[in-house]
């Protein structure tokens, strides 16, 4: 045996670094169902007096750029004077310093102890190239949003901007039309609607991205009898969602710590691969959630006699490593878009090439700053401030194409207009242009994407507002000015994040646009 009196982790980060914290998890064990799961995340700005919390099992610390992201399964083994305050983040002048207080009070170890956790970097890979014409839309009639781009459309929407340089991402979602279980990679052959999809969108260079689920399954499917106990994370089920209940079977949250659960959904998807025509893969609930079947070695009971989750990040990493690597076996360039919403994981996000955020906004609740969220009327500044964006929805930090699943739900036809036009402005002015317009006035999606296809975005330099050098000057606080530039051109971002009119006197910094200085230049 061996006596502990403090064991704390200190990473010390330059504050120009460490501008932003995002902190997330989920807990599937505290609610059911899903929506009413522990949804906590802390999103934004460090504050000025730190910040202190129990243990989460993501910790990022980023600026706009870069980024370091703490992560671990557990506190199991761990001694904290104060659980609400095991993990601190200290601001101590051009210095900001990441505590994890693992033992801070004496602890006799009775055995070898190991505690591990890791440290990721960020960006985690560059961004590909024509990263900002990706688009994504829908592919499978029925299942879209009323008044989605392709509604009663089998692929493309004809007013929908395809992309310039041919990165469209073509959601195919699951249905009892054609699946057979819902989100699971097989396909009914009593009819042949879907393969008709497929085709056109292949004929169109159209990526086929299917909802194929590895992280939930079906209670329908035969297997689930014979091997629940072993797969189950023993948390939420899914029995209230239209599309899921369409098929008369709750989903099930399962956990990749589970070796058959891996073997099984490996070989599932290398043969709806080799039986389908699709070209990349969707994956639902991207993250990784908590767990707490001992059949599978997680959870844990602790000196209180309770249950306590862990979260098994390591084996879902592997898991979501084998199947990338499956479908790049059949399809080199396989693209992989992820559904994160407030899940930013960067040792797990980090292996899908886009991600798809934001469709939490819509339902609440959640936790944002340590509060719960406030209800979302549509108006985008109101629910992510630029701290918020910057920690949570850019891909800059990252290393990934980000997208935003729109949340602009509102009857009013010149009201969703408004919202959604404020929404591209927001987006944009973060130089992050990829949405996945469901729900908000898409004909105005369509002309800011124009706007940006016919200046060439693709290969634009970016001039952000928050540079040393900002492109325009002379506006109120709340109006955030960024620019494109191309070939002696600048495309301007203006973009009101105020809840009122704001009014203003323009001046463009040319050396910043990179125009020459003196006459000979106009604007439109």
Known sequence: ???????????????????????????????????????????????????????????????????????????????????????????????????????????????????????????????????????????????????????????????????????????????????????????????????????????????????????????????????????????????????????????????????????????????????????????DGFGVSSCVNAAHGCGYVDDNGQTRPTYPIFARREMFKRLRNIFHSHHPDAPFLGHVSFQIQPPVTGLADAMLGGEHLGQPPYTLKGSEAPPFDGWYATRLPPDTFFAEYSGRHLGIVPFVFTQVHDADPDSARRKTAHMMGLFLVHDAPGVWSRYGDHQTVFRFQRACDDFGLGDAEFVPYWGDAPPASGVPDDVKISAYTREGKALLIVANLADREATGTLTLDRAALGMKVGPGWSAK
Request: aromatic content about 14%.
């Open 1 to 283: 045996a061996v006596r502990v009196e403090r064991l704390v982790l200190k990473i010390p980060l330059h504050a120009a670094v460490a501008k932003y914290l995002h902190a997330n998890r989920v807990d599937l064990t505290r609610y059911s169902p899903f929506y009413f799961c522990l949804r906590d995340t802390f999103s934004g700005l460090i504050p000025e007096e730190g910040w202190e919390a129990e243990f989460y099992p993501f910790i990022t610390l980023s600026n706009e750029d870069v980024g370091l992201c703490w992560f671990a399964e557990s506190d199991e083994l761990w001694h904290p004077e104060d659980r609400s305050r095991a993990i601190r983040i200290i601001r101590e002048g051009e210095q900001v310093l990441l505590e994890v207080h693992m033992i801070d009070r004496p602890t006799v170890l009775e055995k070898p102890t190991v505690l591990t956790f890791g440290l990721q970097a960020t960006p985690v890979k560059p961004l590909p190239e024509n990263w900002r014409n990706w688009r994504v839309f829908d592919l499978s009639p029925g299942m879209e949003a009323a008044g989605s781009p392709t509604e009663g459309q089998p692929t493309a929407h004809p007013d929908f901007p395809r992309s310039p340089t041919g990165e469209d991402l073509g959601i195919f979602w699951t249905g009892p039309v054609w699946s057979e279980y819902f989100g699971f990679p097989s396909y009914r052959t009593d009819t042949d609607e879907h393969t008709e999809i497929w085709n056109e969108a292949r004929r169109n260079q159209i990526d086929i991205l299917p909802y194929w689920n590895a992280a939930w399954v079906s209670s329908g499917l035969p297997e689930w009898e014979r091997h629940e106990f072993d797969w189950t994370a023993y948390s939420f089920q899914d029995d209230l969602s239209s599309d899921v209940m369409a098929f008369n079977a709750p989903i099930r949250s399962v956990c990749s710590a589970s070796d058959t659960w891996n073997d099984f959904i490996a070989y599932a998807f290398d043969q709806g691969i080799k039986d389908s025509l699709v070209t990349g893969w969707y994956q």
